[in-house]
């Protein structure tokens, strides 16, 4: 935790070199963003470049990334060469079918080992399986995948996903797509806190300012896409959340001022003139 903790400070008193270290790689940005529910490949490609991110994240079994060559490949909008392209188990509901699907993932892009582990519990709610994520990603691990992992808001299991050895922790914010917001700030809060490794928020994001509440509430980064993809002008709603994310890490890194119950004068009277 000291070390954490001294790293931020470290990354404020020089902003220039604050980057985000996932799996061994640094990023820029802190904003990953997915590729589902865009009306077509344009727009997709439109609102990636204006989010700025780095990272983006593709569902394997939805979307075509070469598995078939008769139909449009979405890596003809986000080439590898630009993107580092992050390949995520949505629709996976138990620990064989997430492993399956990284292993397919791996196949398809060379030998690629980072991806996001997701395995969900039931089609209403999105909510994780924890049991069936634990043991999904403690396969993952021992084949030497690097894992980033979606997970619910409770900070033991967060712990124990670090210690399985998980490269980042996805807690939600709120259900997938709801656009929620942060619904528990306090143990998102409390993840950051006991963490090792990149806490970054997955799901619930529904504005900016929730982005950048996730940011100065001290995560990581954050992952979105029904953000930006389900608003009336997703290319200008992914530049917003760019911005969010970019004031929301300078505001943590700055140290917001004390809550207080009272007024206090910007400019104090203590030593006036009259």
Known sequence: ??????????????????????????????????????????????????????IVTVAIRRTNIGQDPNEPNLLDVIPPDRYTILPNTAGCYDTRSAVRTCMLARELLDGHDLVKLEV???????????????????????NDFKVMVYTNDDPIIAKRLEEIGCVAV?????????????RNPYNIMTIVENAGVPVLVDAGVG??????????????????????????????????????????????????????RFASASSPIDGTFF
């Open 1 to 54: 935790m000291v070390d954490k903790m001294h790293s931020k400070t470290s990354a404020s008193e020089n902003h220039a070199d604050d980057t985000l270290v996932i799996g061994g790689a640094a990023y820029r940005s802190r904003l990953l963003v997915g590729t589902g529910k865009y009306k077509d490949m344009e727009e997709t490609r439109l609102a990636i470049e204006a989010s700025g991110a780095e």
């Open 120 to 142: 969900l519990g039931d089609e209403k709610t999105l909510f994780p399986d924890i049991v069936q994520t634990l043991a999904a990603a403690e396969e993952l691990v021992k």
């Open 170 to 182: 996805m807690p939600l914010a709120a259900p997938i797509g709801s656009g929620l917001g942060i």
């Open 207 to 260: 504005t900016a300012s929730d982005a950048a509440i996730a940011m100065e509430i001290g995560c990581d980064g954050v992952l979105m896409n029904t953000g930006i993809a389900a608003a009336r002008q997703p290319v200008l709603m992914a530049s917003a959340m760019k911005k969010a994310i970019e004031a929301g890490r300078e505001a943590f890194l700055a140290g917001r001022m004390p809550r207080k």
